[in-house]
């Protein structure tokens, strides 16, 4: 891993001049954000740092700017509800985790939205 200036941004962009990946650095670790754009532009994720570790909440996007995955962390981990979702926005399936495994089951929703009952 490449150590950073305490408390620096790293930017990489693509052959377009779009902002490609930005990286927030403290003490030389990867700390608070890391987030991913789409050659376009649109934001693909956002992942949160602590301590070199993901921590707290992740999100995935899809092209359309729709959110296609919340998932938390803690210390690198799932911890917490972890739902995806339709393209559409809605939501698809969700379960909970804790020190990285899944706790029950999945809940699964038809693509409006509406429970899916086993």
């Given at each position: 891993m490449e150590i950073y200036k305490t408390n620096s941004v790293k930017n990489w962009y693509y052959k377009n001049g779009n902002l490609r990946r930005q990286v927030y650095y403290n003490n030389g670790k990867k700390e608070l954000v890391y987030k991913k754009y789409y050659e376009d532009g649109g934001l693909c994720f956002i992942n949160n740092f602590k301590n070199g570790k993901r921590d707290g909440v992740s999100e995935l996007y899809y092209k359309n700017g729709n959110l296609k995955k919340e998932a938390n962390y803690k210390d690198g981990k799932e911890c917490g509800a972890i739902k995806d979702y339709c393209e559409k926005g809605n939501l698809k399936k969700e379960a909970n985790y804790k020190d990285g495994k899944r706790k029950g089951f999945y809940t699964?929703?038809?693509?409006?939205?509406?429970?899916?009952?086993p």
């Open positions: 699964y929703y038809y693509e409006k939205g509406e429970l899916q009952i």
